[in-house]
């Protein structure tokens, strides 16, 4: 049984331990979440949810009580840590909103780069992480509000200029508490001409009572910088999930980004890319697997705030039994970014009559100069291939996982960066085999 306490003790706990800078932040943000409506349902972005899964107070927050208590990782958070084909610069685990471990290679720590959690950097590294925390993701909405003012774990990234790390970074967010509301909190910094990868795993085993899971992520990206980013939640049954991530590119910057949407009863994601410097790019690739009567939702926005900028995106989505997506993308491009090259595609391909994806790209354009194309479309599995393999003596369900494959293909092959390409194509097999 979790250990509760009041939202306002909650706080007060948590500032208390806090720096001051930081306790003030949280205070600031709690006045804000407690002046916000929640969502009425009929606003655009929320037409689509059933808020009752979003209801924070039918979850309880954890208290100092709730610490872990595991000797060692269950073999499922263990196999999301074991890249194929590639080392690890560095890890870092935390568990209920608790950091568990953390290693970080010699080479690493030598060149400056720091990877730790957010209430060790708020003391260690101030001067970094006070000026970033909540300033791409302030109080926005009640969520948000939430994060800020009563977060709890999540990752500091920290890599300094011109270091260039060959094996990706990691982080894994494990959930057992039941019933609970769990916001953890992730700042990445990149530094100019630096370059990264970092994946950010959220997973856990089936819970008995439905938990909520809150996180927020802010990502600085430097002049010239190159970061490959992976967000990749597959969480047990009984969990839900609504995320908010945003990352800032400075001049010339590239950002390669991944987001897999696997597992939980609910995940709702909303993620934000801003082009703020000249020639910055942005490429953001998204692969989901519904079945069952879960439930996604995809919410992007590709924000040209600079001339010269390029954003690429692909999102592909397979739906089983009687689960529903929703993707709702926008381009935006603001009035001084002449010469934007921005693409968004939506794919979806449903395997039962059951199953439905809404899908609703969008277009914002300010100034004229500009190249933007947007697509989406829903379809089935196609019968002419499906015969074609089948008379070449597979059966239907070989024929399906075939074509299925061949469908998530396209993004497959575009992820070999991320150490995780042998990891996806697992677990996408274990969706076909309904292992979710």
Known sequence: MVTTSTANDKLETLAGADP??????????????????????????????????????????????DEPEIGKL???????????????????????????????????????VILTDIETAAVEHKDLLRPRLGQLIGPKDV?????????RGGTFLYVPSGVRLSAPLQALHWLTLEGALVQPRTV???????????????????????????????????????????????????VRQISTV????????????????????????????????????????????????????????????????RSDLLYKGALADRSRTVYYGTIRVRNEARKTDAYQANRNLTLSPQAKADTNPQLEIETNDVRCTHGATVGRVNDEHLFYLMSRGLSRSAAERLLIFGFFNEVLERVEWSGMKELLAEAIHNKLEGGK
């Open 143 to 151: 969520f948000s509000a939430s994060n800020l003012a009563l977060h």
């Open 20 to 65: 001051s800078w930081l306790a003030d932040l949280r205070r600031l943000a709690w006045e804000r979440y407690q002046v916000l409506d929640f969502p009425q349902g009929r606003e655009e972005h929320w037409r689509y949810t059933d808020l009752s899964l979003l209801d924070l107070d039918s979850y309880e927050i954890p208290s100092d009580k």
């Open 188 to 238: 990445v910094v990149v530094e100019p001409g630096a370059q990264v990868i970092f994946n950010d795993i959220y997973s856990s085993e089936n819970l008995g009572r439905p938990s909520l899971v809150n996180p927020v992520t802010e990502v600085f990206i430097g002049r010239e910088a190159e970061v490959g980013w992976v967000t990749w939640q597959d969480w047990g049954r009984g």
């Open 74 to 112: 269950p073999a499922k958070a263990s196999s999301a840590l074991a890249l194929k084909g590639t080392g690890s610069t560095g890890k870092i685990v935390h568990v209920d909103g608790s950091r568990f471990s953390s290693t970080l290679s010699r080479e690493a720590e030598s060149a400056g």
């Open 246 to 309: 945003k990352a800032h590119l400075g001049a010339n910057a590239k950002l390669n980004t991944l987001l897999v949407t696997l597992g939980g009863d609910y995940s709702r994601t909303w993620k934000e890319c801003v082009m703020a410097g000249e020639g910055a790019e942005s490429i953001m690739l998204g692969l989901y697997f519904s079945h069952l009567d879960q439930k996604f939702e995809h919410w992007t926005m590709q924000d040209h705030a600079a001339p010269h900028t």
